[in-house]
């Protein structure tokens, strides 16, 4: 029963009281037995015990549960404790990366491409009906970036593929596979069908296209990467765009989640033919992923029989289901990696709003300014975010001009149905 997760004691406490709370309001305290209680029966207590399961990444959780033992909240958490593997960061300094000499998959080249009207949060606040402050004191948003008429999802993914074919001086008849993402983009032909066709690929070029919403990167790098393992001088291009202020327009929007929300592309071309010679190309290493259901009721997107959307928003329980899941995605890039998450360079992750990432950043013991802080600015791009953010750290370390080394980088990204990704580069 061992996790590839890191956890303190807070940390621990936190996923037995949320997976508890799925279950129960309000919380009964720590100590409190929840079936001797009645607070939960047989069959809630199994619920909980599948629900830290999946959240702590612990198989066969509480399988067998010693008879004298309690069942409360703080006897979940040491069992959380005791099942996670040990890391520590001496014991990281014996450890290297691993060597993907014979496989490598560089970044050569990146671009985001962001709507070109900025909106200010007091203009968001008086269109929506908000209170004062909302956006920019309660989120933590000063603007977004909204798509002007001329533009949407395939303008913006096109801007910005261009721009990264440009640094990375590779022509789109070099280009093996495309591939795409969009929670946003609705249409047939699909995002990476439409762009092919717009930057005049050639046919031999595969075009497909993945899903995940705020993923959706991450998806899209993973996929992207294991294709280029079949290709030991392949090329591939990675985008994804969103345009949100199209999509969440009608009024049976809440304003609260409507104002959050920004439109972008960002892209990435991905080369298996790196050479020694390209030593500033920072290259994808592992990946995780999975779904941690318990929270899927936190945001749900429908659309109805009009054709209109059904939203079921849940702010605070799904910004403290993202912030620890990401935090507890951190402690497995740094199993991953064998490299504790302060020699870091960047962050470049999911931002639902800047006050989450605040909270992550204090919680997970990372200092703000390694996370490039897009959602300020730009406002939440869905999967564009950890992309634009990704980018931003790419840029900010070419420019501080070091070429002794690559710099180390965590993604990570929740979504709703609190599907997660992790990646780091190096």
């Not at 303190?8 to 037995?16: N, P």
């Not at 040491?78 to 490598?104: C, D, K, V």
């Not at 790098?221 to 030991?232: D, E, F, Q």
């Not at 980018?391 to 370390?397: G, H, N, P, V």
Request: charged residues 20%; hydrophobic residues 45%.
């Amino acid at each position: 029963m061992n996790s590839p997760f890191k956890f303190d004691e807070a940390q621990a406490l936190e996923i037995a009281r949320t997976s508890v709370a799925s279950k129960l309001s309000p919380v009964p305290k720590d100590d409190v037995d929840l079936v001797e209680s009645g607070a939960l029966d047989s069959m809630a207590w199994v619920d909980t015990l599948i629900s830290i399961e999946s959240a702590a990444g612990i198989a066969d959780f509480g399988n067998p549960w010693t008879e004298k033992r309690s069942k409360s909240i703080r006897v979940l958490a040491e069992m959380i404790r005791e099942a996670q593997r040990p890391f520590t960061e001496e014991a990281s300094e014996n450890l290297s990366l691993p060597s993907h000499a014979n496989g490598r998959i560089s970044i050569v080249g990146w671009a985001s491409a962001l709507g070109s009207q900025k909106v200010t949060a007091e203009q968001i606040e008086r269109a929506l009906g908000l209170p004062p402050n909302k956006i920019r004191e309660g989120a933590g948003i000063d603007s977004v970036c909204v798509a002007a008429d001329s533009e949407d999802e395939l303008t913006l993914a096109q801007r910005a593929a261009e721009i990264a074919l440009e640094m990375a001086e590779i022509s789109v008849d070099d280009i093996d596979f495309l591939v795409a993402t969009s929670a946003t983009f609705l249409g047939f032909p699909s995002l990476a069908a439409s762009l092919h066709s717009r930057l005049l690929m050639p046919e031999s070029s595969g075009a497909l296209d993945v899903g995940g919403a705020c993923v959706g990167l991450i998806y899209s790098l993973a996929v992207a990467r294991g294709l280029l393992s079949t290709r030991p001088q392949g090329v591939a291009l990675v985008v994804a765009a969103e345009v949100h202020s199209r999509r969440l327009n009608g009024p049976q929007v809440p304003g609260e989640f409507r104002g959050l929300f920004g439109d972008g592309a960002c892209a990435f071309v991905l080369s298996s033919a790196a050479t020694a010679e390209q030593n500033d190309c920072v290259s994808l290493h592992e990946f995780v992923w999975g779904c941690s259901g318990t929270f899927a009721s936190s945001l749900a997107i429908r659309v109805s029989e009009d054709a209109g959307l059904k939203i079921q928003f849940k702010g605070e329980q799904l910004a403290q289901a993202a912030v620890a899941q990401l935090n507890r995605i951190f402690g497995t890039l740094e199993n991953l990696s064998g490299v504790s998450r302060t020699k870091v360079d960047y962050f470049a992750i999911h931002q639902p709003n800047p006050r989450v990432v605040e909270i992550l950043a204090d919680k997970a013991h990372i200092p703000l300014d390694r996370i490039p802080l897009v959602s300020k600015f730009y406002g939440n791009l869905g999967s564009v975010t950890c992309g634009a953010s990704l980018c931003e750290a790419l840029s900010s370390f070419r420019r501080s001009g070091d070429r002794s080394r690559t710099p180390l980088i965590f993604m990570a990204a929740v979504g709703p149905g609190l599907v997660w990704g992790g990646a780091y580069l190096n």
